[in-house]
């Protein structure tokens, strides 16, 4: 803990971030952590940052403002900015003064200050060293007398307002004050609750003292106890918004505790466009979690917030010089926020807007500028200039493109290195003759047919029709592998599964403000296609188990809130490349709802299917009652990949200008008609050989790989326990999931994840893997490698992780190396 204010800071801190690296060695680790944690696994802690880090402001020029006004009024009193200082327990840790100094602080910068219940200092002498407006936070405890005395000594110190919290019942599980068994010290106390109880433990005290029973009558019980105007703080849904609005309250607050109690909650930015619009101007709107910029407060007011309000970077200027160190603070956020409102063109609050924000940022969605072309000149005739790459399509220049090339550069350099990477079928279950066997099987069926001698030759000889040679074989094949019934005039065959993305990705998208969703982390190649086909990517990150149907609605209201159109959600619903993840049957369903209701479109990817032991759920589009869902399938794991064939079922009715009906399998064979012209004939025959000899049941076929991938899995996940016990990993923070098939599961760590770690890895340990970042359209995955085990035997996985510990034991006891968190503090 700090002592006294040192002076003037010299030099001073330049950034948010700097007060953190000022603050940490002045603060005992163990507060540090309690401050800086999250719950869980900290994945909404750091999405809370993530989320602001991917937006993009549009700076508009020539617009003859000359003057900037930062004030905004909020419940009738009038902010020197749209910015105020987050409740926030026990400042006395972080210095003497506590509470008092950050009052004086926010008083002179002309910004309110929320004071926590459990305060360090008495309200009387905070409210004397304030000159701005002060609002008490307010937890509702099982004992209503002490809410109530704490209501009213607030009220009568000055307090303006009463913000409720509404998202603990009890305080969410923080996985650094379990392993560093965190009490307060002695001396540190909640001056403005009873003598008689026992705050050691914060969270041993929610258990026993918070009313967990809380609905929306708590508000009208606020109100009897006190004039003051009531806010709700928690709230990250449209729904519970207009339940608040309902109940009568005069604010909230979207808030999900900054990142401390559920893990896997939304980020507030991400939710903040679907609850501005739920509120419609009803109230007054909030919201905090991740601000770190003057940017980021401009960005929240423009999704419809009337302010934000700081946390942690609050706490950080205590520690390093009390009262002036928060003032610091806030006049760094002001005057970043000064200076993007300037850059703008944003004269005041008011006028921010949807407008002022670029779409979701990421490398399939950023705007590129055409480039004007010089008209051309007449030149004596010699050798043509080098083409300028800034005047070829901005995808070529995007690194989404080049993503995998320091993988393949990597794996060249280190050629004994054991490699997790690719994502390839085991090529022990691969016979040569068996491919001229397949072959010889599809031409003697088209003999048994009535084919004649010619016809054969012109069939495995020629072009062939667009839509596919074997489209009769696939039907029944998915009708008996995977229960759908589609006729073959709704599938059309393609040059593997990625022209068939591409096909569907074309025909539906057809306006710039057409949106694809994305379950992320995801397979490159869906962020490859949308940037080639200049489509906008809007990521629905999944969350630990999986993509969540809430997330995913309220990523559809944000999208529609800024006046563009969802039109698809692409997902790998079985055991997921790169995550391992699957989708359960109860959210199948939900989704199909979801996607009739908001009337989009789901493209269903799922390749490793019919190569995973054990039943599996239905694919989505066998649960399809609506045609809603495009399939897109691949014989690449399930044949073999060489022979580049797959295929998209697309049975949607498409209606033609003249009242015309036909499946949109016709419009996208038109499209393959001008890129691919056919598939090749002699790749169709191979896979029909396959599934004639199988009657269409790929399931039997492939039951010595799917056993093969079902022990490596197995494999990787025995050696993973063996070098990673129990106790290591909570000290770590090292875990991993659980994939019940597939070909990858996701490894997390307490250190980046990034291309230096990985040439580390394979350089001084032998062993390659995949960052996991690389599957994020925008930031994510840093701290997170995927494993693939798919082309690998038993003795190969045993020495390669054993390699993988070594290295992340390594790693994570290099100087500077973060101990054991995992994820980035917010």
Known sequence: MTGQDPGPLSPPPLSLDEYAERARPLVDPAVWDFVEGGAGEEWTLAANRSAFDRVRLRPRVLTGTAAFDLGTTVLGRRWAAPLGIAPMAYHTLLHPDGETATARASGAAGVPFVVSTFAGRAFEKIAEAADAPLWLQVY?????????????????????????????????????????????????????????????????????????????????????????????????????????????????????????????????????????????????????????????????????????????????????????????????????????????????????????????????????????????????????????????????????????????????????????????????????????????????????????????????????????????????????????????????????????????????????????????????????????????????????????????????????????????????????????????????EELLELAARHDIVILEDSPYRLVSAGAQQPTLKALDRDRRVVYLGSFAKSVFPGARVGFVVADQPVLGPTGETGPLADELAKIKSMVTVNTPALSQAAVAGVLLASRGRLTDFNAAPAKHYDEALQGVLDELERNFPEADRRRTGVSWNRPTGGFFLTVRVPFAADNDALLRSAREHGVIWTPMAYFYPEAGGERAIRLSFSSLNRREIEEGIGRLAAFIRAETARPGAPGGTTGRDT
């Open 140 to 588: 509702c405890f099982r004992d209503r007398e002490t809410t109530r005395r704490l209501v009213e000594r607030a009220e009568r110190a000055g307090f303006e307002a009463v913000v409720l919290t509404v998202d603990t019942p009890r305080l969410g599980r923080r996985l650094r004050d379990l392993r560093n068994d965190f009490r307060l010290p002695a001396h540190i106390t909640p001056v403005n609750l009873p003598s008689e109880g026992d705050y050691s433990s914060p969270s041993g005290h929610s258990r026993t003292e918070f009313d967990a029973s809380l609905d929306w009558s708590i508000v009208d019980w606020l109100r009897s106890v006190s004039r003051l105007p009531v806010l709700v703080k928690g709230v990250l849904t449209a729904e519970d918004a207009d339940r608040a609005i309902g109940a009568g309250v005069d604010g909230i607050v979207v808030s999900n505790h900054g990142g401390r109690q559920l893990d896997g909650s939304p980020a507030t930015f991400d939710v903040l466009a679907e609850i501005a619009v739920a509120v419609a101007g009803r109230c007054a709107l909030l919201l905090d979690g991740g601000v770190r910029r003057g940017r980021d407060v401009l960005a929240a007011l423009a999704l419809g917030a009337d302010g934000v309000l700081l946390g942690r970077p609050v706490l950080h200027g205590l520690a390093v010089a009390g009262r002036e160190g928060v003032a610091g603070v806030l006049d760094t956020v002001v005057a970043e926020l000064t200076e993007a409102m300037e850059l703008t063109g944003t004269g005041t609050v008011k006028d921010a807007g949807p407008t002022l924000l670029a779409p979701p940022h990421s490398p399939a969605t950023v705007e590129r500028p055409t480039p004007r072309r010089p008209e051309p000149l007449l030149t004596e005739p010699g050798p043509a200039e080098p083409l300028r790459r800034e005047a070829l399509h901005g995808s070529v220049s995007d690194p989404v493109l080049d993503t995998m090339n320091f993988l393949n550069e990597i794996t060249g350099r280190f050629p004994e290195a054991l490699s997790f990477a690719p994502g390839r079928p085991y090529e022990g279950f691969y016979d040569t003759e068996e491919l001229f066997a397949h072959i010889r099987r599809y031409a003697d069926h088209l003999a048994e047919r009535g084919t004649s001698a010619d016809g054969i030759r012109t069939a495995l000889h020629q072009y062939g029709p667009t839509a596919g040679l074997i489209r009769d074989l696939i039907a029944d094949s998915l009708r008996a592998d995977e229960g759908i019934d589609v006729a073959p005039e709704s599938i059309v065959v393609t040059v593997g599964a990625q022209e068939a993305l591409l096909l569907a990705l074309r025909a539906l998208f057809a306006e710039p403000d057409d949106v694809l969703l994305v379950a992320t982390p995801c397979y490159v190649g869906v962020t490859g296609a949308a940037l080639l086909l200049d489509i906008r990517v809007r990521p629905v990150e999944e969350r630990v188990d999986g993509i969540d149907v809430a997330d995913l609605e309220a990523a559809i209201r944000a999208e529609r809130a800024a006046g563009r159109r969802p039109r698809a959600l692409y997902l790998v619903p079985d055991h997921s490349n790169p995550s391992g993840n699957t989708v359960p049957h109860g959210v199948r």
